[in-house]
């Protein structure tokens, strides 16, 4: 089978047992890898109302055709579980060469289940699958653990781990790969410390046979060609992902003392050019990407901040800078190192603060609630309450619950400051001054996701993906045609970018990686014909696998909701007075399920399961 | 016809960070024409091979408490306007 190593490898850490299961060629082709992989392996074999951080539930590695080549950071892997923070259907996608490497040990996927007794690594290589000893990496930081386990092994192994915040079983606990990449969202850490699993160690030798190598090299040096002579991913190489703050900010739509506000007034502290003044050391790249969009950051003073662990990206930047009202770039940087060495999401931990620091304004929490002062934009103030959050100590503890369950804890009114979508706290794009991510935030099967669906900025402009049929612009702050705009690059964007898998950067337009050259090189890799209509329609399988585990969780149309704060207009900036109300949200709605050809109530009519080869829970 | 011009995390390897430019101009086009003088190099990346406004960027207009998208090179400007140039926002 081209394309795969036909091999899953299961790890049952309860009874310390290895096994493998084959893949057959109809599996792949209706799933493709990665999310399709994760999300059809947990709605087979996981019983509705499993606990998340129980031994029952389902951690998945997966990989996907496209892992084995160095292609526009398709190397990658999707981390699939049943979410701690949602209960839902949960997956973080994690850059970096960690898919390949999974590949090379003969494995297309890696499903770890059952909970060890006492902590473990797993070292995996072509030759073995090792269950070790972790007493010595317990209670160590990524870091730690990363120079403990490069020492032990020898050069070239990879190595996926989490912080002291997995190990304390923090709802938003990320997975560190090598400590440069991040599967930041939605718990897979928590999962993976409930396993009491510390680290996976991976390096091998094996080959993934390529259907037609010449034309998938033909392809690639197409494409790279375009990256770095057509301009389209120029500002994205010079100023990483930091491009997005200062336009963000003059559109009105960066979110701001935990979206009450949507402009900064202290950006030119913390844009792009401020960030490449002030912190940047250079930048880095996943394999085989020409781009190199990751910037590297480095400081003395006032904070000490090693290049060795990468550097904040555009999310965080906002999450742990305006949410918080911190205009500081070297106290973001130092709060994005501490997440990164405890093993948190940047942007669950920056919205959660936020959310206390209202409760703290306005007297729901108090200081000795707290245990300290916190107020907006105080560096030492969020600094020390990450930690708290990583060790679940004093307030920390509510806090590592994420917003929703904090405020439910916490009651007085504070739900209403709860900026979250089923749970998952939301990211930073204010959704009303763009309307499709308003309502991709509201429908994805993981909550508000800001890569679920392409943006509104996107379609502004003519011709912007003909290939879908969008030629003619559309305003971002529209309603109309944004129901199936969403759907439509749901499955594109948001799925089929993490089966491939492949980094969604270079497939938004007008960038190169356009939907007819993702079917060409998926073609290329696995000897398929598959057509563009076809690679459409996994895409629309692989989402609708995931509402209907939603579905089976209890999930309906009463989750696709967004916070009640979003009905009030902005009250400044160029989204000056825009709002998303339930009426429009319901609206929305309402057309988007036609679309979906779900129910009112938001469940895929037998008629699309059937069309979708899909069976009802 | 004076025209105010900021550029926004785009071409800072054209010394254009932080800077405030002022040219006459009635459209986009000339505006472009007009700081292209005073900042050389700048049309080949806001111009593409077709002769449109490059897709990557985007020329948010203000003029009066009013902002719009200025999508197309012969995009009248007014006296008093405002221009700034920024990347596309695409997520992440």
Redo the contacts between chains.
């Keep these: 089978m081209y394309g795969f190593q036909g091999t899953m490898l299961i790890v049952d850490l309860t009874q310390g047992k290895v096994l493998t299961e084959k893949l057959d060629e109809r599996f792949t082709r209706n799933h493709i890898g990665g999310v399709g992989f994760g999300i059809r392996l947990l709605y087979d074999r996981l019983e509705p109302g499993v606990d998340p951080l129980s031994p029952e539930n389902m951690l998945v590695f997966a990989s996907g055709p496209l892992s084995a080549l160095g292609f526009m950071g398709s190397t990658g892997m999707s981390i699939v579980s049943k979410s701690p923070l949602t209960e839902l259907i949960g997956d973080s996608d994690l850059r970096g060469s960690f898919g390949r490497d999974l590949k090379s040990c003969g494995y297309d996927a890696l499903i770890v289940r059952g909970s060890a007794k006492s902590p473990v690594y797993l070292e995996l290589t072509d030759r073995s699958v090792q269950i070790k000893d972790a007493g010595d990496l317990w209670g160590k930081t990524t870091a730690e653990v990363q120079s403990i386990l490069s020492r032990r092994n020898e050069k070239g192994f990879r190595i996926l781990s989490i912080g002291p915040a997995g190990e304390k079983l923090v709802k938003y606990a990320c997975i560190s790969g090598d400590v440069r990449f991040f599967a930041g969202r939605l718990g897979m850490g928590a999962v993976m410390g409930a396993k009491n699993l510390k680290a996976i160690v991976m390096k091998g030798e094996k080959e993934t046979p390529i259907a037609d190598p010449q034309a998938m090299k033909n392809l690639m040096k197409e494409i790279h060609y375009e990256v770095l002579h057509d301009?389209?991913?120029?500002?994205?190489s010079?100023?990483g992902?930091?491009?997005?703050?200062?336009?963000?900010n003059?559109?009105g739509t960066l979110p701001t003392k935990n979206f009450q506000r949507t402009t900064f007034d202290e950006i030119?502290q913390i844009?792009?050019?401020a960030m490449?003044s002030r912190i940047s050391a250079g930048d880095r790249t996943c394999p085989g990407c020409p781009i190199g969009c990751r910037r590297v950051v480095k400081s003395e003073q006032p904070y000490r901040i090693s290049p060795q662990y990468g550097g904040p990206?555009?999310?965080t930047v906002a999450a742990l800078g305006p949410t918080v009202l911190l205009g500081d770039a070297v106290a973001i940087a130092k709060a994005n190192e501490l997440c990164n060495l405890y093993g948190l999401d940047t942007i669950s931990t920056g919205v959660t603060i936020a959310f206390a620091m209202e409760c703290s304004e306005k007297g729901v929490l108090t200081d000795k609630d707290l245990g300290m002062h916190l107020k907006w934009g105080d560096p030492e103030g969020i600094l020390q309450i990450i930690r708290m959050i990583a060790f679940r100590e004093g307030a920390g503890d509510v806090l590592a619950e994420g917003v929703k369950r904090a405020s439910e804890k916490i009651g007085r009114g504070s739900e209403e400051w709860a900026m979250h979508v089923k749970g998952l706290e939301i990211p930073m794009?204010d959704p009303r001054g763009k309307k499709g991510i308003a309502l991709a935030y509201a429908t994805a099967i993981k909550g508000a996701d800001?890569?679920s669906a392409?943006?509104d900025?996107?379609f502004?402009?003519?011709n912007a993906l003909p290939e879908l049929g969008y030629v003619k612009?559309m305003g971002r702050k529209e309603y109309q045609g944004k129901p199936l705009l969403v759907k439509k690059t749901q499955d594109l964007w948001g799925i089929l970018s993490d089966a491939l898998p492949i980094c969604?950067?270079p497939m938004?337009?007008?960038?190169p990686l356009k939907p007819n050259r993702l079917v060409s090189a998926l073609n290329f890799v696995t000897g398929w014909d598959v057509s563009l209509e076809e690679f459409l329609r996994v895409g629309e399988r692989i989402f609708n696998l995931g509402r209907l585990f939603n579905v089976r969780e209890g999930a309906d149309r009463t989750l696709d909701m967004l916070p009640n704060r979003f009905s009030e207009p902005t009250p400044g900036g160029?989204s000056t007075g825009e709002t998303i109300t339930k009426e429009n949200l319901e609206r929305m709605l309402d057309e988007y399920y036609d679309h979906r050809g779900w129910s009112k109530d938001g469940v895929p009519t037998e008629e699309t399961l059937k069309r979708l080869e899909l069976k009802a829970p | 016809m004076a025209v105010t011009v900021r550029f926004v995390s785009v071409f800072r390897d054209l010394g254009v960070s932080r800077r405030l430019f002022v040219v006459e101009a009635e459209t986009l086009e000339k505006t472009i024409d007009k700081l292209e003088v005073q900042i050389p190099g700048l049309k080949e990346k806001l111009v593409d091979s077709h002769g449109r406004l490059h897709p990557a960027y985007q020329v948010i207009h203000t003029k009066g408490n009013r902002q719009g998208l200025c999508s197309k090179l012969d995009c009248p400007i007014a006296d008093g306007d405002e221009i700034v140039i920024t990347p596309l926002i695409s997520g992440g």
Excluded: I
């Design positions: 301009g389209s991913c120029d500002t994205l010079k100023y992902t930091w491009n997005n703050t200062g336009p963000s003059l559109k030119d844009d792009g050019d490449l990206q555009y999310e794009h800001h890569e392409m943006h900025d996107v502004e402009r003519e612009p969604k950067f938004a337009p007008p960038r160029a």
